[in-house]
């Protein structure tokens, strides 16, 4: 048996039945569940992948996955570590300053674009200064 032959018992076959035919998952998770009944099945790669829309390597990815760390680890992305905050106090003061002063010259309203570069020449003021 190769190392990503899905061979599903029937309590994990019904689960994943029970997955794609009620709408109350996530698309990832009924997609992969999907994936695995048709590996179950039989279908190659290729055919699972023309079946269901997606790239062979996500196919390959879900059987490796449902192989190698089971049946949550499948269907479930991993948590993911939380993201580091995109601005620091002093930045957001100024962001937060701006948001009650006039755009610039030519412009109708302050843009990600504008506040990004402004934030940056007002970060090098104050670094510099």
Known sequence: MSKRAIKLTLKERKRFLSIVTKGVNKVAVTRRAHILLKS???????EISELLYVSQDTVRNTQVRFCQEGLEAALYDKPHPPCDAALNAHQEAICWRWRIVD???RHERWTMGLLAQHLTLDTRKATIG
């Open 40 to 46: 179950d099945e039989g279908k190659t790669d290729r």
């Open 103 to 105: 755009p610039p010259v």
